[in-house]
C-alpha cells in the first residue's frame, strides 16, 4: 500500500505530456512543507524535481489505488484516502491544496494520460500478480517444460479437438462477460450432484474458446438444463437393451 499514510500521492508517468507539464507543480508542492509522495508508472527517474521518487513500474500502487488517468492527486488521511483529482485544472488544484499560486503560468486545463495499470489486458493480470484472485478451483501446476496445450490433453479435458488452457488471466478475462458472481452456484451436476458454480462454467468456457461476451448464453443454457424439470439425470443414466430385460 502506498507509503504515505497522510498528505498527498501523486501517480504520474513520463509518456504523458501533462505529467510532463506539472513538473514545476510538483516542485511546488515538495517545497510547501505538505508530505507528498510521487510514484512513476514508467520511469523512477521522473519527474526530475522531485527527489525520493518511488518507483511503480510494477503497477502494484497504481493497481490497488485503482488509477485510471494520470496525473492523479490524492489526498490521505489516516492511511485512507479520503479525496482525489485527475488531470489538470488549475483552480481545482489550487483548491484541493490550499496553494493559491499552484501552476502560475501554466495553461488552466489539460486532459490527462490513461493509466498504464488499465490498458488492455493489464488489469486482469494485476489482480493474478498481486493476489486478487479468490478462485475455489484447484490450480494444476505446469512445469516449464511442458507444453500447455498437450498438458490439457493428457489429463483428459479435450475430446480430441483444441483446447484453450484455462489460466487464471483467461478466466478473470471470461468473467467479465457477466455480473454474476463466480461463487454463485447455478444447480447440481448430475449424476453425482455435485455444485457447479459460475467459477466452473467459466473455467470450461475457456477451455471450449468461448468469448466473454457468449458466457450469459453458455451460463443460461446450462443453469437450464441443470433444471430438475429438464431431467439431466437421464441423460447420464445407463440404458438397458430389450434382450437384457427378456432374459
Known amino acids: 500500500m502506498p507509503e504515505i499514510s497522510d498528505g498527498l500521492i501523486i501517480v504520474a508517468k513520463r509518456y504523458c505530456p501533462t505529467c510532463v507539464l506539472l513538473e514545476p507543480v510538483y516542485r511546488e508542492l515538495a517545497q510547501s512543507g505538505v508530505a507528498l509522495a510521487v510514484y512513476s508508472q514508467d520511469d523512477p527517474s521522473f519527474p526530475t524535481t522531485i527527489a525520493g521518487v518511488i518507483d511503480d513500474t510494477a503497477l502494484e500502487i497504481s493497481y490497488r489505488l485503482d488509477i485510471e488517468t494520470v496525473p492523479t492527486l490524492i489526498r490521505m488521511s489516516g492511511g485512507e484516502e479520503i479525496a482525489r483529482i485527475v488531470a489538470w485544472e488549475r483552480q481545482e488544484w489550487r483548491d484541493f491544496t490550499g496553494i493559491g499560486t499552484l501552476g502560475d503560468g501554466l495553461p488552466g486545463y489539460q486532459p490527462g494520460c490513461g493509466s498504464l495499470n488499465v490498458q488492455p489486458g493489464m488489469a486482469e493480470s494485476l489482480a493474478v500478480r498481486f493476489g486478487a484472485t479468490n478462485f475455489a478451483a484447484r490450480p494444476i ?37 457477466t455480473t454474476r458472481p463466480a461463487g454463485e452456484v447455478i444447480g447440481a451436476i448430475p449424476p453425482n450432484l455435485a455444485p457447479c458454480t459460475v467459477e466452473k462454467v467459466t473455467v470450461n468456457a475457456v477451455i471450449a474458446g468461448c468469448k466473454p461476451e457468449y458466457l450469459p448464453v453458455v451460463l443460461a443454457a446450462i443453469e437450464t438444463a441443470l433444471d430438475p424439470d429438464f431431467c439431466m439425470h437421464a441423460c447420464y443414466a445407463p440404458r438397458i437393451s430389450p434382450a437384457r430385460w427378456s432374459s
Open 141 to 177: 501446476e505446469i512445469t516449464p517444460l511442458e507444453d500447455d496445450i498437450e498438458a490439457c490433453f493428457e489429463r483428459g479435458w479435450s475430446d480430441g479437438l483444441p483446447v484453450v488452457p484455462p489460466t487464471e488471466v483467461r478466466v478473470l478475462r471470461m468473467l467479465v462477460g
